[in-house]
């Protein structure tokens, strides 16, 4: 029989110990809380928390005790993708091998996908990106990073929950920073959920001072600030030209045969820390009309030749028609990078004229009328969408990625042919 503890004070107490066992104290919103909010033991415990605050390191530890107590423990490590789990939840420097005094370590076999600590107890290794590897296993305990960013975070979580039926009181834990996603205010509203929550500042003495003066400066005051920092639920903007409900509506876990297909690219001015990122957003065109956003792999940091790279990988990934790319800045250096990386590769030009918010306006009409289907989950950028307003930023900030994912929609819709017009590097 699986072990139980009833007691949540006794559990509280004991997974306590743990960390002083090891030489490290954790903060209260890092220790299993005694009660959910309604009075019954909890059943899902979630940890809202900004970067940096804390929350793997709470998810490792709490793993290791249920590991330590329960010889047949079997317990579910989901994260957004397999390397996530891996170099994240397994290996990471608050991961479950570095919660562990060396001797104590359970055997990480990688190929196998599984932890095997030396008492018995198993844990495997899922990604959110394959739900139904998740239909068969049973669990006795589950940690969840990061579910927020999941782009099947309804399908996972659902297969997940049917797998927890092991041992008296199986029982899951929830690592994330917070969006206000219908998954995430469910498990919020619901009274077998207890709730801790903690700002990044709090664990400001496991950081880098760096990082917090970088990351304060850039974002204080703002929305993207208080989610990604405080670790707060933020709502829509009022001047927004898309809404999370609009987007959730619009979210489809697979598409049809498309006719067309671009990838969009808004190169950066600089590559240089605290630049602009390169937005990079592809979307396609279906028979009946309709439009599918596929992916979103833009990025901070990237080098001309980076962002190049990274522009046609996708574009190849995808087979798609053409890319997309702004030209405003640096119009021939743009040609001249994508033509360095591969010259056979079909480039429609573009050219603002115009404001961004003027820009997104007919784009936005798009989802109102249904016409714009989200394929997936793309956390960064629908956070962009939702906070883009009339002053053209998005949290004080270029929208990079909603740029993109306007030039791609644009390409797709207005004027455009079956056909792009390609103009040759």
Known sequence: MHLSLTCPEEERKLFSDEWRDFDSAGHDYQLPPERAGSGADWITWLILGGR???????????????AARDPQARIALVGETEHDVRHVMVEGVSGILAVHPFRQQPEWKRSQRTLQWEN????????????????????????????????????????????????????????????????????????????????????????????????LARYKDTRLGRQEIEGEIIEDRADALWSRGALEAARVSATPPLKRIVVAVDPPGSSKAGSDACGLVACGRSEDGLYYVLADESAAGLSPQGWATRAIALWRRLEADCLVAEV???????????????????????RATRGKYVRSEPMAQLYEQGKVKHAGTFPALEDEMCDFGLDGLSSGRSPDRLDALVWALTALSYGARAEPRIRSL
Request: a positive charge.
């Open 328 to 350: 405003n800045f640096g119009g021939e250096m743009v040609r001249a990078v994508i033509a360095a990386a591969d010259r056979n590769v079909p480039v429609m030009q573009v």
């Open 52 to 66: 940096g605050a804390g929350k793997t390191r709470a998810g490792a530890e709490w793993v290791r005790a249920i």
């Open 120 to 215: 018995g107890a198993v844990a495997q290794v899922f990604s959110a990106e394959e739900p139904d590897s998740l239909r068969g296993p049973q669990f006795s305990a589950a940690w969840l990073d990061e579910l927020a960013k999941w782009r099947q975070a309804e399908a996972t979580f659902n297969m997940l929950q049917f797998g927890l039926r092991l041992g008296e009181r199986p029982r899951q834990v929830i690592t994330t920073t917070p969006r206000p996603i219908a998954l995430i205010k469910n498990l919020i509203a619901d009274p077998r959920t207890a709730v801790t929550h903690a700002g990044t500042r709090t664990n400001a003495f496991n950081l880098a001072p760096t990082f917090l003066e970088t990351v």
